[in-house]
Every structure is written in C-alpha cells, then in structure tokens.
T-cell receptor, first 113, second 111 residues
Framework: DSGVTQTPKHLITATGQRVTLRCSPR?????VYWYQQSLDQGLQFLIQ???????AKGNILERFSAQQFPDLHSELNLSSLELGDSALYFC????????????FGEGSRLTVL | DAKTTQPTSMDCAEGRAANLPCNHS???????VYWYRQIHSQGPQYIIH???NNETNEMASLIITEDRKSSTLILPHATLRDTAVYYC????????????FGTGTSLTVIP
C-alpha cells in the first residue's frame, strides 16, 4: 500500500461524457502528479501540482483539466470523452518538488464506450 | 532529460540474480539514474536511484559505470513476484520530478 488513494477504481462511461477522477496523496506529500497509461502509448505524464499550484504540464489534452485543493487532494476532469481516452489513470505523490521517489496509487481504469 | 535504451524483454530463473541493463550515453553530469518497476497494471514502484556511486537497498543494487553512460539494476535473488516491467529513467534532480517513462524492460522470472 503506497498510501495514495484513487477513486473510482473502475469507471465505464459513454463518448461525449465527463468524468472526474480523485486522488488523495500520502499524508504530508505536497506534490501530486497525474499519468495516463494506455496500451499503445505507455505511461504518459499529464500534469503536476505542488501545494495547490500547477507546476508542470505534459501531454495533457485541452479537454482534460486538473486541480489540487487546499487539503492537497487532487481531481482530474476529463470531458468530451472519446474512445481513445480509455486508459488507466495513475496519480502519484511526493514529499516535495525535488525528491525522486514518487508513490503511485492503484489507478483508475476508465472505459469509454 | 537524457534518453535511455533498455532491452524490450528478459527472462531470469527464479533464485538467480536478474541483471537489467540501461544505456544512457547522453547523460549529463547533474542527471540521476532512477529505476522504477510496474507489476501488471499496478502503479509503478520506486526501486532505487544514484548519481555516480553504486547504490544498494533492500530491493536491489544499482551499478553505474565510471563514465556514467550505462547502468545495471541487479535483483540479487529474483522471485516470481519480481516479474514486472522495469523502467530506467534519467533526470536532473531539481527539475520538479516530471518523470518520463519509456517502454522499459519486461522481466519474466521463470520457476
């Protein structure tokens, strides 16, 4: 158990819909990261937050957005869903910006039909 | 961050040492080598990291060549639970932790 909690574990929805994935980081961790893993693309870095502020952006689509709240939990919002958005979405947390040890949650598996 | 090259797949007999190579010939002086692994569809797990010196922890050992252009992750006594995809990543320590995972090496431990 990494200490990172992601909900929901599984989600099935239809094209065009919007979903929200939630992540609670390890106690005391200030930084949260979101990754997408699909079969054909491997682990793709989406976005990083540190203490409520966006820190870095990776390959995140404009239809996707995220935020980190004052209690440090984070949400990833996916809208206008397409079939290709079906993937595992992982959240990770770290103590600060510079430590190299990321703790990953078990992921949220999104299926878009 | 420097690019890494890893074999696509490897096999290892249970109980033997698993040696996973990684080439990072364009690594810069301030870039660390990190290893993570991902057991089937679980979240990646940190294993070890190093800059110049060899490192060892309870999970594995990391051997970095003197010119730092390559490294080897060693699992001293592989078990079936070590079957996973192993990712070698190089990054500058103070760039904010945007880890970019490549395709990694799929290690299969054989009974």
């Amino acid at each position: 158990d990494s200490g990172v909690t992601q909900t929901p574990k599984h989600l099935i929805t239809a094209t065009g819909q919007r979903v929200t994935l939630r992540c609670s980081p390890r106690s005391g961790d200030l930084s949260v990261y979101w990754y997408q893993q699909s079969l054909d693309q491997g682990l793709q870095f989406l976005i990083q937050y540190y203490n409520g502020e966006e820190r870095a952006k990776g390959n995140i689509l404009e239809r996707f957005s995220a935020q980190q709240f004052p209690d440090l939990h984070s949400e990833l919002n996916l809208s206008s869903l397409e079939l290709g958005d079906s993937a595992l979405y992982f959240c990770a947390s770290s103590r600060d910006l510079y430590t190299g040890e990321l703790f990953f949650g078990e992921g949220s598996r999104l299926t878009v039909l | 961050d420097a690019k890494t090259t890893q074999p696509t797949s490897m096999d290892c007999a249970e109980g033997r040492a698993a040696n996973l190579p990684c080439n990072h010939s364009t690594i810069s002086g301030n870039e660390y080598v990190y290893w993570y692994r991902q057991i089937h569809s679980q979240g990646p797990q940190y294993i070890i990291h190093g800059l110049k010196n060899n490192e060892t922890n309870e999970m594995a050992s990391l051997i970095i060549t003197e010119d730092r252009k390559s490294s080897t992750l060693i699992l001293p006594h592989a078990t079936l639970r070590d079957t996973a995809v192993y990712y070698c990543i190089v990054r500058v320590a103070r760039t904010g932790n945007q880890f970019y995972f490549g395709t990694g090496t799929s290690l299969t431990v054989i009974p």
